[in-house]
């Protein structure tokens, strides 16, 4: 997940939020009652609000570390992979090589022993 991707996901859930902070908010000022008590609900409503949003906003960052962490853990397994096929291509080109080489040079001396016998 990409930096924007997350900053547009946080931003989408804080509006989501403040959304419904902003309605509860005037369903109380609606409300048949005091005005006394509407304001003391709202304030009372609002430290909640907050308080809840605050803990969105660390569990949004929470998720984020460890998604980051993630990736880039996966990165690090796809090096040690992506070394290890390396190590291993260069171990069978090492080896036949070797091949091609001890075939060539039993080669050489079946051309040697034949070219003794017909000459």
């Known amino acids: 997940m990409s930096e924007r991707e997350n900053n ?3 931003v989408g859930a804080l509006m989501l939020l ?3 902070i902003i309605g509860a908010g005037l369903a ?12 003391k609900d709202l304030v009372k409503y609002g430290k909640k609000a ?11 960052e929470d998720f ?4 980051t962490d993630m990736a880039e853990l996966v990165g690090e397994r796809a090096s040690e992979i992506l070394e290890k096929g390396k190590d291993m ?4 080109k090492k ?7 001890e075939g060539e040079a039993r080669l050489e001396k079946e051309r040697s022993r034949l070219s003794k ?3």
């Open 8 to 10: 547009t996901a946080t």
């Open 18 to 20: 403040a959304g419904g």
């Open 28 to 39: 109380l000022m609606y409300a048949p009652q005091s005005g006394a008590k509407t304001r």
């Open 50 to 60: 907050r308080r809840r949003t605050q803990e969105a906003v660390e569990v949004v």
């Open 64 to 67: 984020t570390e460890q998604v």
């Open 89 to 92: 291509a260069y171990g069978a």
């Open 95 to 101: 080896g036949l090589l070797k091949a091609i080489q």
């Open 117 to 119: 016998l017909i000459g």
